[in-house]
């Protein structure tokens, strides 16, 4: 029979515009954020981080925001290119949880075109 | 730095056949982390060592599965014996405090 996977979020973009993508996080003790990049047939990558005593952080072309009031992450890319096509994942480290463990969301695939 | 290493790339074995899949963490860190990602459930943790010693192995699935880290340069992650749903891309990670850094996965494929 057919298979069911995970139905990803989809964000399709054009070349040029700028990106948001949204996460929303389950844990209010959670201390520690990142945003990772996957392109199709590579690990995770690292994009840019934020402790949960900021709201926003800055990085080259990307900036995260967060609302812990609403426990809302998300990421904007300026001047999307056709290389940030990918799927994003959020993951938050639980302050009170087991040292370095990332909780993983369930990403959200960029697709970006020309 | 190499960045995290992991072999095979791709292994396709028949069920019932013993798997091991291997990992050479980033010299300097002291997690390591064993993930299984299928389209089905995304991304799990499935167990993570901290110097060397395992911490949480909750996300281990069963029996089956068993990893070890025997030195801070090499883990291994053991499936004996497989069966076709433990076909999946399984990565490795390590890290030095939050960041981790991901290898570029084995895909598994049990016939």
């Known amino acids: 029979g057919e298979s069911v996977g995970l139905h990803l979020p989809t964000l399709s973009v054009q070349e040029g515009d700028n990106s948001i993508i949204n996460c929303a996080y389950s844990n209010s003790a959670s201390d520690y954020f990142i945003w990772y990049k996957q392109e199709s047939g590579k690990g995770p990558q690292f994009i840019i981080d934020i402790r949960s005593n900021m709201d926003k952080r800055q990085g080259q072309r990307v900036t995260v925001l967060l609302n812990k009031t609403v426990k809302h992450l998300s990421l904007q890319i300026a001047a999307t290119q056709p290389g940030d096509s990918a799927v994003y994942f959020c993951?938050?480290?639980?302050?009170?949880?087991?040292?370095?463990?990332?909780?993983f969301g369930k990403g959200t695939k960029l697709s970006v075109k020309p | 730095d190499a960045g995290v290493i992991q072999s095979p790339r791709h292994e396709v074995t028949e069920m019932g056949q013993e798997v091991t899949l291997r990992c050479k963490p980033i010299s300097g860190h002291n997690s390591l982390f064993w993930y299984r990602q299928t389209m089905m459930r995304g991304l799990e943790l499935l167990i993570y060592?901290?110097?060397?010693?395992?911490?949480?192995d909750s996300g281990m699935p069963e029996d089956r599965f068993s990893a070890k880290m025997p030195n801070a340069s090499f883990s291994t992650l053991k499936i004996q014996p497989s069966e076709p749903r433990d076909s999946a891309v399984y990565f490795c990670?390590?890290?030095?405090?939050?960041?981790?850094?991901f290898g570029p996965g084995t895909r598994l494929t049990v016939t």
């Open positions: 993951a938050e480290r639980d302050e009170g949880g087991s040292q370095g463990n990332l909780i």
């Open positions: 060592f901290n110097n060397n010693v395992p911490i949480d």
């Open positions: 990670a390590s890290s030095f405090l939050y960041e981790q850094y």
